[in-house]
């Protein structure tokens, strides 16, 4: 559990980031009586900030308050989208990104692990996921085929929806003839429906909350505001990592066992490479010597969404400080008594665009009863968001082509790498946003709405067509879905195998959403948990 310094300097396994993946297989790993230590840079996750699912406003819309727990990380000019630096937000606090996220609970669809699987990725069929799934959920609905109850996760609905939010539900099925979603996490994915969030009576259930506060096994030891600097490589063995303290000191972890890399899509890449493992050419550039020469920060991909605000009478939420303020205030005398207690989502849908193949919905659409920033997110300080009721909708790439790559700025371990997800790169993207944004204009046509829309504010109904297109380039934006930077496969590509082990390199694997060899369609969150899960049973030989 969590400890004060000094710390140890061994176990079975060292676990490298606490974030939703990093927490779950070190809380598993240390169920079974291994001893663990979780390594994680940022601080403690036990505070409001991180705790209360509706502070996920301010934590990314005020500058101060976001960097006390991100990593503060930008793109590279993104010269698909008129040389853009994109925001790349990452928790760096305990439980990681899943300690900072929306908590939008989407597991993605069936078909994509069954095609991972066909990929040669043994083991990540949508069968073998779906227990990992279960066994990680307490989900509200209960248990049944394809949903758990009594894992570390709890997963519920809101409660009190917004009106607009239900219009919306229904306007989305009469314009599509989609069906209405008991539960899109279930057979299938297909359709609109209420959003799952994996919080519970106003608590954010982070990995951390669920793995490590709670599951709470006596043998993990978290050590915070530790940085890991590089895994040490020993005849090519990884028997444990280097570290340095918050005071600027310097020691090496010893693993007994194995070295699990979670650091995320940016910090795993980042550490293989400190470590001698990738590109060989790009690590002697660097002055790093080269240990394992494996493609590690290559198939870089990242979800996309244009959002488009409607002035909704049917929402009762202000985007202004004054509204919110008086929601901390009411939330703080009774908890789970307001806005706060749930995140800002409220509906999602899955649908099929022109380019969908094998059946499978290849567009999002999240639904929030808010205003949203405008134009887009780029700037430290956010862009405007109109005071008036609203309803926005993230219309969102989900499968996208364009694939990008990260590498290394400097052998410093404290350097930002260069993060280039190539957004947009191919057209097709672009086309795939452009057919949503219209899509979404025709579903607030609707006559569920009763006349509630009164006014499209953003993008604004005078852009159409070709300018609709190019206002996109300008307004689309990080879903905060970065993947695939360490992938999982069989083949030259890959950076680990099947069972996470890094190719070329004993005792180390890589458990955490940089495996993905292709994104999954929906949030990224869940199946970064799932991945976790599947690591523990891939470590412990568990299958
Ligand atoms: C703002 C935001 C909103 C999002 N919203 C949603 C959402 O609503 N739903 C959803 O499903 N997904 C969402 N996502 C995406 C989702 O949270 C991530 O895909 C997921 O958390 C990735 O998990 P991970 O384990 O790969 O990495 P992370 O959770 O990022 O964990 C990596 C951990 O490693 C630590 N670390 C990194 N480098 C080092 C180092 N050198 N030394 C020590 N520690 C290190 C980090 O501090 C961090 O704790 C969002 C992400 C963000 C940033």
Redesign the pocket.
């Given at each position: 559990m969590a400890k004060k310094a000094p710390y140890s300097n061994e176990a079975d396994y060292v676990v490298?980031?606490?974030?939703?993946?990093?927490a779950t297989i070190a809380g598993r790993l240390a169920q079974s009586g291994a001893k663990v230590i979780v390594?994680?840079?940022?601080k403690s996750d036990e505070k409001f900030l991180t705790k209360k699912p509706g502070m996920i406003g301010p934590m990314?819309a005020v500058p101060e308050i976001k960097k006390l727990n991100d990593?503060g990380y930008y793109s590279v000019p993104q010269k698909h989208i008129l040389d853009r630096k994109m925001p790349v937000?990452?928790?760096?606090?305990l439980?990681?990104?899943?300690s900072?996220?929306?908590?939008?609970?989407?597991r993605g669809n069936r078909a994509n692990y069954d095609s991972w699987a066909a990929e040669g990725c043994t083991g990540w069929d949508a069968d073998t996921v779906n227990a990992a799934y279960k066994r990680m959920e307490d989900y509200e609905g209960g248990a049944d085929q394809f949903r758990g109850e009594g894992g570390p996760i709890r997963v519920t609905v809101n409660k009190t929806p917004q009106e607009g939010s239900l219009q919306f539900l229904q306007a989305t099925a009469d314009a599509t003839g989609c069906e209405i979603l008991d539960d899109y996490n279930g057979a299938s994915q297909e359709g609109v429906g209420r959003m799952q969030q994996n919080a519970a009576d106003g608590l954010r259930y982070s990995s951390a909350r669920g793995y490590i506060h709670h599951l709470a096994p006596p043998t993990l030891e978290v050590q915070t505001q530790?940085?890991?600097t590089k895994v040490v490589i020993e005849n090519g063995r990884a028997t444990g990592v280097r570290v340095r303290d918050k005071d600027g000191s310097e020691r090496t972890i010893r693993a007994g066992k194995e070295v699990v890399l979670?650091?995320?899509?940016v910090?795993s890449a980042q550490?293989l490479m400190l470590s001698g493992v990738g590109h060989a050419q790009h690590l002697k550039d660097h002055g790093i010597e080269v240990v394992s020469d494996l493609p590690v920060g290559d198939n870089l991909h990242d979800h996309m969404f244009h959002a488009m605000t409607f002035h909704a009478t049917t929402s009762k939420m202000r985007g202004n400080a004054w509204f919110f303020a008086k929601g901390v205030a009411k939330e703080v005398a009774r908890p789970g008594s307001t806005f706060l207690a749930n995140?800002v989502f409220e509906v999602l849908a899955f649908l099929k665009t022109s380019q969908a193949t094998n059946n499978v919905p290849d567009l999002q659409l999240h639904l929030l009863p808010w205003s949203y920033v405008s134009p887009n997110q780029d700037e430290p300080i956010r862009h405007d968001v109109d005071p008036r009721p609203a309803l926005t909708v993230l219309t969102t790439l989900i499968y996208p082509k364009s694939r990008g790559t990260l590498r290394l700025a400097s052998a410093d371990?404290t350097a930002t790498p260069l993060i280039d997800p190539a957004y947009l790169a191919e057209s097709a993207d672009l086309d795939l946003l452009t057919e949503g944004s219209e899509l979404v204009r025709e579903i607030f046509n609707g006559a569920a709405f009763k006349g509630a829309i009164k006014d499209e504010i953003h993008p604004g109904r005078s852009l159409q067509g070709s300018d609709l297109r190019q206002a996109i380039l300008n307004r689309a934006t990080s879903v905060?879905?970065g993947v695939g930077t360490c992938k999982m496969g069989v083949d030259e590509t890959a950076v680990v195998t099947p069972d996470l082990k890094v190719r070329g390199v004993e005792g180390l694997r890589v458990c955490?959403?940089?495996i993905m060899p292709s994104i999954t369609g929906g949030?990224?969150?869940?199946p970064?948990i799932m991945i976790g899960e599947r690591g523990a049973d891939l470590v412990l030989g568990r299958g």
């Open positions: 490298v980031g606490s974030g939703s993946s990093g390594l994680e840079a940022g990314h990593w937000p990452r928790g760096k606090v439980g990681g990104s899943s900072v996220n929306g908590m939008v609970y989407v530790v940085l890991v979670a650091a995320g899509f910090g550490i995140s371990p905060y879905h955490d959403a940089s949030n990224t969150n869940a970064a």
